[in-house]
């Protein structure tokens, strides 16, 4: 199976697409990707995406990368819902929504973007994984369902160092070293 992108035939490796560093603006430019209902791994990172769209067809998707495009909103993901992983790192998300749909979603990336509030997850009963790194949080709130996480990354935050503490601290990678702590914090 192949796609075509940019006038350039790309094969389909097995189950899985990698499409980083394209210069795609449109996930409409990928041509093909609607008759592939099977895939698995979809990697779009390093492009130039601003918007989430056109993958309603590949709902057996289990792994989307969009690390490093201009994202500003996360939309139209409800019919992926047997995605495990999802990297939205590095682009411009202000705000955590329309993930509710997403309750196989294992591991989250949303480091280096523009989140001011941790909110929007508590339907994610089997996040094991979850980056908060590099945004603009201030307050630990919004983690209080999620009893499965085994991993935070939650630094370069302003959140008051009292806070952090309060709820374990953090090594200096950002991760927190307790995470179920943090989730404990927020259902106090």
Same mark, same amino acid.
């Given at each position: 199976m192949f796609v075509e992108v940019n006038n350039q035939r790309i094969e389909v490796d097995k189950e899985s697409l990698y499409l980083g560093n394209m210069q795609i603006e449109d996930i409409a430019q990928i041509k093909g990707l609607e008759s592939l209902p099977? $895939?698995? *791994?979809?990697? $779009?990172? +390093? +492009? #130039? @995406? *601003? /918007? @989430?769209? +056109? $993958?309603?067809? %590949?709902?057996n998707l289990e792994k989307l990368n969009l690390y490093g495009n201009n994202i500003e909103e996360i939309a139209k993901l409800d019919k992926l819902i047997n995605l495990r992983i999802l990297y939205l790192s590095e682009n411009r998300i202000k705000e955590i929504k329309e993930l509710d749909h997403l309750k196989a979603l294992e591991n989250l990336s949303l480091e280096d973007n523009r989140i001011e509030k941790i909110q929007g997850l508590s339907n994610l009963k089997n996040? =094991? =994984?979850l980056n908060l790194y590099g945004?603009? @949080? #201030? /307050?630990?709130?919004? $983690?209080g369902s999620l009893d499965s996480l085994i991993e935070l990354r939650i630094g370069d935050n302003p959140i008051p160092n009292e806070v952090l503490k309060q709820c374990g601290g953090i090594d200096k990678r950002g991760y927190a070293r307790d995470p179920q702590k943090f989730v404990a914090y %927020?259902? +106090?």
């Open positions: 099977n $895939l698995k *791994s979809l990697n $779009l990172f +390093n +492009n #130039r @995406i *601003s /918007t @989430i769209k +056109n $993958l309603d067809m %590949c709902h996040l =094991k =994984k945004n603009v @949080i #201030r /307050t630990i709130e919004g $983690l %927020c259902n +106090n």
